[in-house]
Antibody, heavy 122, light 110 residues
């Protein structure tokens, strides 16, 4: 079945960087755009960016430009999201999600990974 | 401030119908039809309930339906059940194909 499995929880200091992974299975990895979405404690969902697994092209939300890098490894069907210069406000659950339709992005997120909690604290 | 505005909360009794609205407050969003809706139970990942304004993925109950009129999309849940109690988020695209979510609506089943 289609599945996205994310790496485990992390604790980071302010100013540090984080890099989390999302391993895909059950579908042809290079056929689907992948997204990252985050959710701060008690808050709503926030779209961070998208990566095209075929060529690696990315598009980031303006809020994260300069701080976020999304990459992929087609040999392991894994996408990565790295966020630098962490602040306490970056404490959140980070989700990867696949776009529903193969070959293009409609920003219909299905399915989602289980989420990775990243805590930023001194 | 999200470009998609949802009511903070709605409630209904079992068996009733409720509707959650999602209004595009920016012209950057309202012209697009790629609206989707997500259900999120506490501590769980969101789940796609409606895509392309009114389409249901396989496995989603037909009690869930979506529509759109002008700048406002709506999610209707009929025959409300206790298990429907959750947070609901709408989502759409912007003109440069970036994603945007509404602020979320907490549904309480009385």
């Amino acid at each position: 079945q289609v599945q996205l499995v994310q790496s485990g929880a992390e604790v980071k200091k302010p100013g540090a960087s984080m890099k989390i992974s999302c391993k895909a299975s059950g579908f042809t990895f290079t056929n689907y755009y992948m997204h990252w979405v985050r959710q701060a404690p008690g808050q709503g969902l926030e779209w961070m960016g998208i990566i095209n697994p075929t060529g690696g092209r990315t598009c980031y939300a303006q809020k994260f430009q300069g701080r976020v890098t999304m990459t992929r490894d087609t040999s392991t069907s894994t996408v990565y999201m790295e966020l630098s210069s962490l602040k306490s406000e970056d404490t959140a659950v980070y989700y990867c999600a696949r776009d529903r339709v193969a070959g293009r992005s409609y920003n219909w997120f299905d399915p989602w990974g289980q989420g990775t909690l990243v805590s930023v604290s001194s | 401030q999200s470009a998609l505005t949802q009511p903070a909360s709605v409630s209904g009794s079992p068996g009733q119908s409720i509707t959650i609205s999602c209004t595009a407050t920016s012209s950057d969003v309202g012209g697009y039809n790629y609206v989707s809706w997500y259900q999120q139970h506490p501590g769980k990942a969101p789940k796609l309930m409606i895509y392309d304004v009114s389409n249901r993925p396989s496995g989603v109950s037909n009690r869930f339906s979506g529509s759109k009129s002008g700048n406002t999309a709506s999610l209707t849940i009929s025959g409300l059940q206790a298990e429907d109690e959750a947070d609901y988020y709408c989502s759409s695209n912007t003109s440069n194909s970036t994603g945007v979510f509404g602020g979320g609506t907490k549904l309480t089943v009385l």
